[in-house]
């Protein structure tokens, strides 16, 4: 779901990949390195200083440590346990693959005997993707879990291969380099996109057109891959954004319009919203972009981003916020995240200037690297906080936007049911004062729907997701009036039977209770409120 740099004779790499690469000291051009956390009090941590605006209540920021002394060190990816895979470089520079969690910190996923290791992308089972590579570079790709360690997947056939992006299915993208005889050019066929499945196993991937070139970047649970390829085997022909189903085949997503050439799609999500950037030639500025079927591209330079900057979307998560990585005139790099209500927000740093986001998953939890006051690469994690409210507007948006699409009569009337429910909380919180028991009891009934849509055949996955953030939602309006009742000295006794209710609904959320956690969440309100 991230951009890659591939290294193979004579291909050339997306224009986008050369222009992200150029800006790093150290990396070469054959280096993809370029490529929930605990509740907290609001506000920053780790020397950061958040940006304010409207829509939020504060952004978090994490470092999250290092494997070695070595100079870069990235996180990747995020997946909506809160866990983090990137890679870091060990004491003499080797660039090894890490997996991290709030509960155990960074582990070494290791190199399974090869000289270096990079992990790129994780689902929600904790499948872990990513690349070995030799001395020489070659590589193979492989999957990781905290229990069965490292499996190799070998080389399809070819002479490297790489994966770049895993489904909760457990399918696996990437690209290839199909097997050739350097004494022939003819034979040599350039890097190709593939897919991989536990069941079916591997797939080369069709091209736009040309033999010699093809990336596949993300895939979403239904089985849609993104990726890059071009029309035209002339070495110049732009890269172009497709989509790819195994029952639908390849499609070329097309254009922005005229005076724009490149267009590099790197992730997708549940509703097909592709995110990516596009080149335009006249003004030497890449934009960034979100397509959907039957709306197209979204142009972000025409919804409020600064003009002359260039940026790409790399990632997208279920209610459509992007992760943005934003590209100074001045080749400074600017880790940023774009919400439609909000427009573009930056993201704090650890106190230096550049930083990169590759990542963000569906609570908002954001991922990439962050430059310290000294000058020091870091992986990051950032947490943006949106309000209940904004939440709740963003879970009702997306499932309207599903709905025309849902063919299931008793899938489509609980979540009308989910929509109602969620609308009235929205009306009990927009009430002076903001009734926050009933709006919590409509959420837990919201809630509620909204499991029984996933009993009834709704995508587990995106449900899963809209879901947390409705609990989430929920908590935060209870965290919120503990923290009101406190500030205005209210009965130590009652504020303790809310804290006690409080964790009584965390234990709930955490054994996948969502309407005990929710109605424990009330109660925690109710004796704030008192206090």
């Not at 380099?177 to 069709?206: C, I, K, M």
Request: glycine fraction near 12%; proline fraction near 5%.
């Amino acid at each position: 779901m991230r951009l890659r740099c591939i290294s193979v004779p004579v291909l050339r790499v997306p224009r986008l990949a050369a222009l992200l690469l150029a800006g790093v000291a150290g990396l070469t051009a054959c280096d993809d390195t370029l490529a929930p956390l605990p509740s907290g009090p609001f506000g920053v941590v780790d020397g950061g200083v958040a940006p304010s605006f409207a829509l939020t209540r504060a952004i978090n920021l994490r470092s999250l440590g290092t494997l070695g002394s070595g100079s870069f060190h990235a996180a990747k990816a995020i997946n909506n346990l809160g866990h983090v895979v990137g890679v870091s470089s060990g004491n003499g520079g080797e660039l090894r693959a890490f997996y991290w969690s709030a509960q155990g910190g960074m582990v070494d996923i290791g190199t399974a005997g090869r000289a270096a290791s990079r992990a790129l992308d994780i689902n929600d089972a904790d499948l872990v993707v990513g690349t070995l590579e030799d001395s020489l570079g070659v590589g193979e790709a492989f999957t990781w879990t905290p229990r069965g360690g490292i499996r190799p997947l070998g080389q399809f056939g070819g002479v490297d291969s790489r994966a770049l992006g895993v489904n909760n299915l457990g399918e696996v993208v990437g690209t290839y380099t199909p097997a050739f005889n350097p004494a022939d050019p003819s034979t040599f066929r350039g890097v190709q996109a593939y897919h991989w499945s536990p069941s079916a196993g591997f797939t080369e991937l069709p091209t736009l057109g040309n033999p010699f070139g093809g990336v596949a970047y993300g895939i979403n649970d239904a089985g849609q891959v993104v990726g890059v390829s071009s029309v035209s085997p002339d070495p110049n022909a732009p890269f172009l954004s497709f989509v790819w189903s195994r029952a639908a085949g390849i499609r070329n997503l097309g254009s922005l319009g005229g005076g724009f050439s490149e267009h590099d799609a790197f992730a997708l999500n549940a509703l097909g919203d592709v995110a990516g950037g596009a080149y335009h030639d006249a003004d030497g500025i890449w934009h960034p972009f979100v397509w959907r079927q039957g709306r197209g591209f979204t142009d972000l330079t025409t919804r409020g981003f600064p003009a002359g900057v260039s940026g790409v979307a790399i990632d997208v998560n279920a209610l459509g916020h992007l992760a943005v990585l934003v590209l100074e005139p001045d080749g400074t790099r600017r880790p940023a995240v774009w919400v439609e209500r909000a427009g573009l927000v930056f993201m704090p740093t650890l106190g230096g200037v550049d930083g990169e986001i590759w990542g963000i998953n569906d609570l908002g939890q954001i991922v990439g690297w962050s430059q310290t006051s000294a000058g020091a690469m870091r992986p990051a994690v950032w947490s943006v906080r949106f309000s209940p409210e904004d939440r709740i507007t963003d879970v009702v948006a997306t499932l309207t936007d599903l709905l025309p699409s849902v063919t299931s009569r008793k899938v489509a009337k609980q979540l009308n049911e989910t929509i109602s429910k969620a609308n009235k909380a929205l009306a009990r919180l927009a009430r002076q004062p903001p009734d926050l028991k009933k709006a919590i009891e409509q959420l837990a009934k919201a809630v509620e729907s909204l499991q029984k849509a996933i009993k009834a055949g709704f995508d587990p996955a995106l449900g899963q997701s809209l879901t947390e953030v409705l609990v989430e939602s929920a908590r935060d309006l209870a965290v919120g009036a503990i923290a009101n009742a406190q500030a205005a000295g209210g009965d130590p006794g009652r504020i303790a039977r809310a804290r006690s209710e409080l964790a009584r609904g965390d234990a709930a959320r955490q054994a996948g209770k969502y309407k005990k956690a929710v109605e424990a969440y009330k109660k925690a309100a109710e004796q704030a409120l008192k206090a």
